[in-house]
């Protein structure tokens, strides 16, 4: 079993910047693949971006602000968020799974991962 923590949302100025993190424990501390997604009232979590031992995705609305990351022991994964917009405002969750196998091409489907973090809010104000 995989536990996941994320910290770090909060509450900020459109232009501002936030960094997430999501920290693993558990039996398969070094998950292979991991994941951000967020997801708004109503709607269906969406990919944010992901990333395996070699390969990092990302998906478009993110792309030259997004970026993610993990610490060399890979017990860590970081989103770093600039130039954040107001429709940026939603529930930001960290996601893994053990197998990185044809990931590259399903890292945004939220059915493909087994472990998921509680959430953390980021509120983007205009």
């Known amino acids: 079993q995989v536990h996941l923590v994320e910290s770090g949302g909060g509450s900020v100025q459109a232009g501002g910047s936030l960094r997430l993190s999501c920290a693993a424990s558990?039996?398969?501390?070094?998950?292979?693949?991991m994941a951000w997604f967020r997801q708004g009232p109503g709607q269906k979590r969406v990919g944010v971006a992901g990333?395996?031992?070699?390969?990092?995705w990302d998906n478009d609305f993110g792309k030259g602000r997004f970026t993610i990351s993990q610490d060399n022991d890979k017990k860590m994964v970081y989103l770093q968020m600039n130039d954040l917009k107001f429709e940026d405002t939603d529930i930001y969750y960290c996601?893994?799974?053990?197998?990185?196998?044809?990931?590259?091409?399903?890292?945004?489907?939220?059915?493909?991962?087994?472990?998921w973090g509680q959430g953390t809010q980021v509120t983007v104000s205009s």
């Open positions: 558990g039996d398969a501390t070094s998950s292979r693949c």
């Open positions: 990333l395996s031992s070699g390969e990092t």
């Open positions: 996601a893994g799974r053990l197998s990185c196998v044809y990931m590259n091409k399903s890292w945004s489907n939220e059915l493909k991962y087994n472990y």
